[in-house]
């Protein structure tokens, strides 16, 4: 029988500046389980990545113009405006909504900005898992987007390391025989979400464990070179 755990990973520390996430994962771990174990994938949220590596900024909670400049500072364009909300596309490829500029489980008076490289913070926290607990995991960084033509948000991988972004399944037989030609799978999307739906939007749970993931997936990955379809591919832009 096929099946896929997904496990909060409960009992982690309010996450400051200067915090070695590794090792509060490791220590959580250890402490309350689940304990890791090679070919797991550790799903951590943006917004504790962001903490961690100080991407936070003072932000008069109830200024609208101070707000808008700093989105518009973290956006390399701005696609589309519809009163407060701004669809941009960031520095990392990203289009969303405010350039990921989010308020919401910081502070008072201050707001989150992006990882200036999720995949570079995955492979951090990947490597610090294997230094202190010796396993291969693969690491997701996720955060929540808005979908276009779609209503509600989901969380989506925006930086991965040991685990594919996406598979490509061109060439490949479906079930009934047929060659695939356009099928690319976002898995690392896939694991984002169903995490999310143990940790939460105001639960304090901000890592969770999949496991139990196809072990061909298990490889040197890239959210940014993977998921972002090039320019010459959007018809949207």
Do not use: Y
Request: charge should be negative.
């Amino acid at each position: 029988m096929r099946r896929l755990e997904v496990l909060a990973l409960e009992g982690l520390p309010q996450v400051g500046p200067g915090d070695v996430l590794a090792g509060l994962i490791a220590d959580a771990a250890r402490a309350r389980g689940p304990e890791l174990a090679d070919g797991d994938v550790v799903v951590v949220t943006q917004k504790v990545v962001s903490k961690a590596e100080g991407r936070l900024v003072e932000l008069e909670p109830d200024d609208a113009d101070a707000h808008r400049r700093l989105v518009e500072s973290q956006a390399v364009r701005v696609l589309r405006r519809r009163g407060e909300l701004l669809v941009t596309e960031t520095p990392q490829g990203f289009v969303c909504a405010n350039a990921g500029v989010d308020v919401s489980n910081v502070p008072v008076g201050h707001a989150a900005l992006l990882p200036v490289d999720a995949d570079r913070s995955a492979r951090r926290i990947r490597d610090g898992l294997r230094a202190r607990l010796g396993v291969e995991v693969g690491v997701v960084v996720s955060d929540t987007f808005g979908r276009p033509w779609r209503r509600g948000a989901t969380d989506v991988a925006i930086g991965c390391a040991g685990i594919a972004a996406v598979v490509d399944l061109r060439g490949t037989s479906d079930a009934l025989g047929r060659a695939l030609v356009v099928t690319e799978v976002a898995v690392a999307d896939e694991l984002a979400s169903a995490a999310e739906l143990v940790m939460g939007k105001a639960s304090g749970v901000p890592v969770a464990v999949v496991r139990g993931v196809e072990r061909s997936w298990l490889r040197p990955s890239s959210a940014t070179a993977e998921v972002i379809r090039p320019p010459a591919e959007d018809l949207f832009r």
